[in-house]
């Protein structure tokens, strides 16, 4: 099982934290053409900004989706204060 608070993320599907600092700009991700994004550059420094809260896996008394891993995914800044009012929530399958 890949349950974690904090650390590094058991990535499924891709990088979460450029995910996560594109949806907090306003781009959606459900597709490819996000990342194709003009406003990618500029926000592309930023991801660094965001860490791993917490990631809950899948078993047998849970199922996210297919078998995947659910994430939360928080700001530095905003976890020194306790701010969870800003929080990135991703689920990746398998």
């Known amino acids: 099982q890949h349950h974690a608070i904090g650390g590094y993320s058991y990535n499924l599907q891709g990088d979460m934290q450029l995910e996560a600092q594109l949806v907090s700009h306003g781009i959606h991700c459900g597709d490819p053409s996000a990342y194709q ?46 701010n969870f009012s800003e929080t990135f929530v991703a689920l990746q399958c398998y």
């Open 37 to 82: 994004d003009a406003r990618r550059a500029a926000l592309d420094a930023g991801k660094q900004d965001w860490m791993l809260l917490i990631q809950v896996d899948s078993d047998d008394d849970l199922m996210w989706g297919d078998s995947g891993v659910l994430y939360l995914w928080i700001r530095v800044s905003d976890r020194e204060v306790l």
